[in-house]
């Protein structure tokens, strides 16, 4: 006999035994509930004044019974067990309501976290015990995208005695699994890629929290996913377990179902314990924004200091996140987007490992940082200055290089399309020689182990004698980039060096506008600013001509504290 689920405590053995035998009695497959089953769940129910319910499999075997009290009961915990994604539980939910109640919010919220095929609830007459209505509900397979309230991800079936419920039970749940089926082969097709549902939780201004959402659609999209919807959520608290409301997960749970997600995407980092949370709850991969930049660092890393200083950064990101089995907050990526690189590992063996292959990395990564540095010192013995092209991701760095150089670096409108740092000569009006680094774009919120790991790389524009700041003008996010950026060389210290304010992709906006960019950024950081178009050649010669000031400045500034003045 299995052992029934909930609180047994103050039952009578004769009331056990009955309850039990719920377990040898089997339903119609068609059927929702028989009347016969339903009236003895309703008199068990009247009798010990608790709620009772049954978990019943598509062939009409009772798999669970629950004992409850008289305002609920709690279903057993199913997160081992497995669903398919266009597929719902297999367990239809059949319990008593003593109060006469409509399905509730805590019934809903089962139905969806749990993807049952149906939930039922059965009136129980107070006086005689005998069944009444049967209310009814299941998950919508899809909704249309303006219709986002919550009663949209139900449809309930009309309330009638168990005698008078003439719907074909199996024929509804395969109707409802072809359009569920249907509904993910439309995304494979259309999207032709994994697909994510992107997250925002935030306790500020839904403003910001759309801002970064924005950004992270396209990070996304630069990692090679689909965004089918987008969430956000204000709250006065993130939940520290789950980080959205329960309300919010069971509405995303449903909409992931509906769409055909194969991820959520969280803007945020999250802590393993939430990952596993979440990933119990949704049974789809879970990703946050960490995760999500080194996933799109692990596919751009073409030389071998770029594959380690991600691979490092990887490891160290993981290795907090290991714990055991099924659980884990990697136990869901089987590869794909947040599953590249040296994935999950068996804890404590696994652990050593990873951090003997962190050890080596490092040390691999310092034979590296030795190497550049001796190439810096070789550069500064041949008195050549050096400027380096910082900026946001995507602001148009490589494009510049190519025009200024002449060269066929990757240049591509997305996130981090040049991962490895590039060095080409330049030569200027004057016939005079510099070196220009276009170097890996920066980003809000870089975590900070990839930050770490390429510490070595960004250490190139350390010796350089002029930064230039390239700033999209076209984005409407500009002003927030420029203090990502601004804040990420002070980090580095490297706010010391000078530094030229240039706002690229100028053709894509009107000349006033970009005046009005040019003045407010004067007035806040007290910098001179250039506009020009990477695209158009004809409007780089006074970029030109300020690189050729500067580094005659720097290398005057040089010389004279080589030879002072009375020296002889």
């Not at 997600?261 to 969280?266: C, L, Y």
């Not at 310092?366 to 190439?375: D, I, L, N, T, V």
């Not at 230039?468 to 420029?482: E, G």
Request: glycine fraction near 6%; hydrophobic fraction near 40%.
């Amino acid at each position: 006999m299995r052992s029934l689920h909930g609180n047994t405590h103050g039952l009578k053995p004769n009331q056990l035994r009955r309850i039990e035998k719920l377990y040898q009695r089997r339903i119609q497959p068609h059927q929702i509930v028989t009347p016969e089953f339903a009236r003895q769940l309703s008199e068990l129910s009247h009798e010990t004044r608790r709620q009772i319910g049954v978990l019943i499999d598509r062939k009409g075997y009772v798999e669970y019974v629950i004992v409850g009290d008289a305002r609920g009961i709690e279903l057993p915990d199913f997160k081992r067990v497995r669903v398919a994604t266009d597929r719902f539980r297999g367990l239809r939910c059949v319990h008593t309501h003593l109060r006469g109640e409509d399905l509730t919010r805590d019934d809903l919220t089962d139905l969806a976290l749990l993807r049952l095929d149906l939930m039922a609830a059965i009136d129980v007459d107070q006086e005689s015990g005998l069944p009444g209505m049967v209310r009814a509900a299941h998950i919508l397979p899809g909704v249309t995208p303006d219709q986002n309230g919550p009663g949209n991800h139900f449809s309930f079936l009309e309330p009638a005695m168990a005698s008078q419920l003439n719907v074909d039970f199996l024929t509804l749940i395969e109707a409802l699994e072809a359009e569920l089926s249907r509904n993910r082969r439309t995304v494979k097709r259309i999207a032709n890629a994994d697909a994510a549902i992107l997250i925002n939780v935030t306790t500020g201004p839904v403003s910001v929290a759309e801002d970064s959402l924005a950004e992270l659609r396209e990070l996304t999209q630069s990692a090679g996913l689909s965004v089918l919807d987008e969430i956000i959520q204000r709250r006065p608290a993130i939940d520290p377990r789950t980080v959205l409301g329960k309300g919010k997960l069971e509405e995303l749970l449903i909409r992931a179902m509906q769409l055909g997600a194969d991820a959520i995407i969280f803007d945020r980092e999250l802590q393993a314990a939430q990952v596993r949370s979440i990933s119990e709850a949704t049974d789809l991969k879970v990703i946050d924004r960490s995760q999500l930049i080194l996933d799109i660092f692990a596919q751009r890393a073409q030389s071998r200091e770029g594959k380690i200083q991600v691979e490092l950064a990887q490891l160290k990101y993981i290795l907090p996140r290991l714990v055991m089995g099924q659980d884990s907050a990697f136990s869901r990526l089987a590869g794909g987007i947040g599953g590249r690189g040296p994935g999950e590992t068996k804890l404590e063996t696994d652990r050593r490992r990873v951090r003997d292959r962190i050890n080596r990395l490092e040390k691999e990564l310092a034979a590296q940082r030795g190497h550049r540095a001796q190439r810096r010192k070789e550069r500064l013995r041949q008195q050549v200055p050096v400027v380096s092209i910082v900026g946001y991701t995507n602001a148009g760095k490589s494009t510049l290089l190519n025009i200024l150089t002449s060269s066929h670096v990757l240049a591509e409108s997305r996130m981090f399309a040049t991962l490895d740092p590039t060095t080409r000569r330049l030569r200027l009006p004057r016939e005079r020689e510099v070196i220009i680094n276009d170097t890996v774009g920066f980003i809000r919120d870089l975590p900070p182990d990839l930050l770490a790991a390429f510490r070595s790389t960004i250490e190139e524009i350390a010796g350089s004698s002029l930064l230039i700041h390239l700033v999209d003008a076209s984005n409407p996010r500009w002003r927030q980039q420029i203090s990502s950026v601004d804040r990420t060389l002070a980090e580095l210290d490297l706010n010391t060096i000078p530094r030229l304010l240039v706002f690229n992709k100028a053709d894509r906006i009107d000349a006033e506008e970009l005046n009005a960019m040019q003045r407010e950024s004067a007035l806040q950081d007290g910098v001179e600013s250039l506009a020009i178009s990477a695209l158009n050649a004809k409007t780089l010669p006074p970029l030109l001509e300020r690189i050729e000031a500067a580094t005659n400045q720097v290398r005057s500034s040089e010389l004279f504290e080589e030879f002072p003045v009375g020296s002889r």
